[in-house]
């Protein structure tokens, strides 16, 4: 590993993660419980093996906590300074917030709910090797119709910042990551809500700024939804997704320090069950996330869910494509499915809730 100390990192983690909820309405989104560890750490783990030392937060909601999980960063092998929006201001904005911060000649900026494989070092090269203002992570997605796309010439070089349409000229979108130069990150307006997407990106390339594209077609996971975290977690455990921060072996599952998983029962798909958690006999768990603490009865089946911090899920439930928020108690025989949400705290009789008769 190259030590990169002219190099700083600016993670941006104030959104409020409304799209997660109920689990965002106890945690905030980066810090979700995600393989085993908060979210943040994997990242963290990534731009520590890329030789950056030197990371600033730019928190917003539940800025507090941001401190209280990750500390200094010494723990990390960072050094991790901590910037607080009073009032959302955009990524533009968030990033602009955090200039007084930095300390090298180069910044890579990224967004805080990103699961990506992208090079890092490769590109940190390309940005210096083409003395490039930005530099922008594009990924390369099958159906880019839900993205604003982001065309390039043959030399790499950024042509246009366009919104979504339903016939996209390139499979190129913005993955989130962006290399600044220093100069230029400090021209972003202070004190002010400033899109980097619609307002930065685009001013700068009418000004005639070296902007160019890092194209790939690494792993990429955008994860705002509940499916996406779910899926970006089970990736994690799997070996699917890079990480550095992974709390044991790479496998079809991941069993936490005091979780017990009773005889005959299934944890498959990469799912993550917590410290403390318990599953009974006879239940499934494929491709979900269960919180520390969440007891899961018998012969229960969980699939591509999530199972808050010591929420409690009566035997022979079924719960698909569902979030069940902390401190939860789903009665024994309920059925959750279709994209159901629990809120914290909530309790729902036995066999409340179901979408199929009674045998």
């Not at 999980?69 to 201001?89: C, K, M, R």
């Not at 089970?234 to 550095?244: E, H, K, M, R, S």
Request: proline residues 6%; hydrophobic residues 45%; charged residues 20%.
């Amino acid at each position: 590993m190259t030590v990169r100390p002219d190099v700083d990192g600016v993670v941006l983690v104030g959104g409020r993660g409304t799209r997660l909820w109920p689990l965002t309405l106890t945690a905030a989104k980066p810090l979700l419980p995600t393989a085993g560890v908060p979210f943040l750490e994997h990242l963290l783990s990534r731009i520590r093996a890329a030789g950056i030392q030197h990371v600033v937060l730019g928190t917003s909601y539940k800025a507090e906590t941001f401190r209280e999980h990750i500390g200094d960063g010494s723990a990390f092998g960072l050094e991790i300074e901590y910037v607080v929006e009073d009032t959302p201001l955009g990524t533009g904005g968030a990033i602009a917030n955090v200039s007084d911060r930095l300390r090298g000649r180069t910044a890579v900026v990224f967004n805080g709910d990103i699961l990506s494989a992208v090079d890092l070092p490769g590109l940190l090269a390309a940005h210096e090797e083409r003395s490039a203002d930005v530099t922008l992570h594009l990924v390369k997605v099958a159906d880019p119709r839900a993205f604003g796309c982001v065309p390039t010439d043959r030399n790499g070089r950024v042509q246009a910042f366009l919104e979504k349409s339903e016939n996209p000229p390139t499979s190129q979108i913005n993955a989130g990551c962006y290399v600044f130069r220093r100069s230029v990150l400090e021209s972003i307006p202070a004190g002010r809500v400033v899109s980097v997407e619609r307002e930065t990106f685009p001013g700068l390339l009418d000004a005639g700024t070296a902007i160019f594209g890092y194209v790939d077609s690494s792993y990429w996971l955008d994860l705002g939804t509940p499916a996406a975290y779910v899926r970006g977690s089970a990736d994690l455990v799997c070996g699917i997704a890079p990480t550095w921060a992974l709390p044991g072996p790479v496998g079809d599952a991941l069993v936490l320090i005091g979780a017990w998983v009773a005889e005959g029962a299934v944890v498959t798909g990469g799912s993550t069950v917590g410290r403390n958690a318990r599953v009974g006999a006879g239940a499934v768990i494929d491709t979900s996330i269960l919180f520390d603490g969440a007891v899961v009865g018998e012969d229960t089946r969980v699939i591509r869910s999530v199972i808050g911090s010591g929420t409690r899920i009566g035997a022979g439930a079924l719960i698909c494509d569902a979030v069940i928020g902390d401190g939860a108690n789903v009665g024994a025989g309920c059925e959750l499915r279709h994209g159901a949400r629990v809120w914290p705290g909530m309790r729902l009789p036995p066999g409340a809730v179901r979408f199929s008769p009674d045998a």
